[in-house]
């Protein structure tokens, strides 16, 4: 894939987390507090309820973007950079690619994606 093609398909946010919801729901998700495979979907809220405990889980818990406030955006650019390079990225490069202004979250964005 190019950046032509990338930027097609994952142009803005809303691409990118519907994108990622479809990926997540083949995989399924599991309750964290029951166990429980079936989940309601609450489009406004961006997460699951378990139709068990009814508590919530969120698109990114559970995945390697638990915990980051980067956007789904930033993430999926930031791994088609990753994987479109022979070399890859120092974390400062990704900075400077990315357009971000701290240095912390793009360091461990990267080391989550390196491992």
Known sequence: MN??????HFGDENACR???KKERDKIGVVCQ???SKSHYWI???WSYECKSCRSRTSLRSGTIM???NLSFLIWYR???LMSA???G???KEMQRQLGLKRYEPVWALVHKLRK
Do not use: E, L, N, P
């Open 33 to 35: 507090h029951c166990g």
């Open 43 to 45: 489009k406004s809220r």
């Open 18 to 20: 519907q994108h990622f």
């Open 85 to 87: 390079t022979k070399k």
């Open 78 to 80: 930031a791994m088609f």
């Open 3 to 8: 950046i032509f093609t990338f930027s097609a």
């Open 66 to 68: 638990q915990g980051s």
């Open 89 to 91: 990225f120092s974390a």
